[in-house]
């Protein structure tokens, strides 16, 4: 079968690189992808919030499956789209649609969601400009730290943590007076606080049943031993150590599933990915998971480390959900543990260079490169993004696994090149 993987970063490259694999593959296009994925598929010259394009594209191609990367086309629809016209509606499109993506798309509607289905959440009200006044006073009563998260897409810029009332105070006045996120925050939820250790869960179902897939840690902030600004994502490792059987029926009883039927008591169709953002605080009985948020997609760079562990075909997993016989379908984990480094451009997260020549991917010994922000000019890999390269080990143990991914990442080159050296690092040792 044709199929049509829409995004351009490493979730993407993952993606193509297990799908390639199926035997039930016959083309693979990646739209618009980038110069990693051209080595699985065809890339494509699409955006993928061009649904016009790209239903003009999956008809001339005969495409029977879309995968859909990102989390904008979404929010914005583009599964309706299929379902909305005639000549799509027949062929599956793995992402919910825009109903159950608000569970991304707007962060009062997730949290709304979790407290109507009694998902072990941080306590939270939302504020918009029509009662800012209650929401500067409500900050008043509140502990400190606390957090302000913008209601709808940010680009993932759109969630602070303030230490001091004054400073969430003119935070707030500034998201929801001052369009500091534009309108993105023209609604914001403020939020407790919760200390622990964060993981993410991913849950692939098909409104019916679900699968669990492996569990991940990401690292969000640019420098060693998480200090610094936030990042789209340095690296991630998995399995979590901590996450052990006994945690993980806690989130399968406490999260998943009220989530799964949280969606069916709604009457919100939903056919794809489920990233749960968990924190898991270490109480006196043991550790406990309180969902921080939702995404509607696989996390980035999470799925560089959970897909290399899935022995089974990803292919017919999606069909899977596309036949809404999931349950039937076997899911296969390697018991291995992979690490996942990610090279990003100098200057990131802020401003970076795009152009740089990109040298000593062929030098890789014991990892796999999965692009990100790469193209080819003329037969040559250049960056094109902040982040850039995912360097990802599979091996026995973490520390295997950490060693091989750093010293490959290291064997990468272009100008102003940075990674972080300490990637799962701080979880040797933890269960």
């Keep these: 079968m044709n199929i049509l993987i829409l995004g351009s970063g490493g979730r993407e490259s993952a993606f193509a690189s297990k799908m ?25 010259n699409l955006k993928p919030t061009d649904f016009e394009g790209i239903a003009e594209f999956v008809l001339k191609n ?35 649609q825009m109903h159950g993506a608000q569970l991304e798309g707007s962060k009062d509607f997730s949290k709304q969601f979790m407290i109507r289905h009694g998902i072990p959440t ?15 006073t409500y900050l008043e009563t509140q502990k400190l730290p606390i957090v302000l998260k913008a209601d709808g897409l940010a680009a993932g810029k759109g969630v602070l943590i303030c230490e001091s009332l ?32 964060e993981l993410s869960v991913f849950v692939l179902t098909d409104g019916k049943s679900y699968k669990i897939l492996p569990e991940a840690k990401d690292y969000k902030r640019i420098g060693e031993g998480d200090t610094g600004l936030n990042t789209g994502g340095m690296g991630s490792v998995s399995p979590v150590s901590f996450a052990d059987a006994e945690f993980m029926k806690k989130v399968e009883d406490r999260v998943i599933i009220p989530t799964i039927e949280g969606l069916k008591k709604d009457n919100i169709p939903y056919k794809g990915f489920i990233f749960i953002g968990l924190m898991a605080s270490n109480n006196p009985q043991g550790r406990e998971p309180y969902v921080i948020e939702y995404n509607v997609r696989m996390g980035d760079p999470e799925t560089e480390s959970v897909i290399p562990r899935i022995e089974s075909d990803l292919v017919d997993l999606f069909l899977g959900v596309a036949n809404e016989n999931l349950s039937e379908k076997e899911l296969l984990i390697s018991p291995k543990t992979a690490a996942t480094v990610m090279i990003v451009a100098g200057g990131y997260p802020g401003e970076y260079s795009k152009g740089k020549t990109i040298t000593g991917i062929e030098n890789l010994r014991h990892s796999i490169a999965f692009h990100a922000g790469t193209e080819l000019d003329n037969g040559v890999i250049k960056s094109n993004g902040g982040r850039v390269i995912a360097i990802t080990s599979l091996q026995d143990n973490l520390f295997d696994a950490v060693q091989n991914a750093t010293a490959d990442a290291g064997r990468i080159y272009f100008d102003g090149r940075y990674f972080r050296p300490d990637i799962g690092v701080d979880l040797m040792g933890i269960s």
């Design 20 to 44: 390639a694999q199926s035997s039930l593959l016959s083309q693979l296009y990646i739209a618009p992808g980038n110069a990693g994925t051209s080595a699985y598929g065809k890339n494509v």
């Design 62 to 96: 005969n495409v029977q499956l879309v995968v859909v990367g990102p989390e904008e086309p979404l929010v914005k629809g583009i599964h309706d789209f299929f379902l909305d016209r005639e000549d799509l509606k027949h062929i599956p499109v793995i992402g919910p």
């Design 122 to 136: 941080a306590a939270f009200r939302s504020f918009n400009k029509a009662n800012l006044e209650e929401g500067l």
């Design 166 to 197: 004054e400073d969430a105070k003119t935070e707030l006045k500034a998201m929801i007076s001052d369009a500091k996120f534009g309108e993105a925050s023209s609604t914001v939820v403020i939020e407790e606080f919760l200390t622990g250790i």
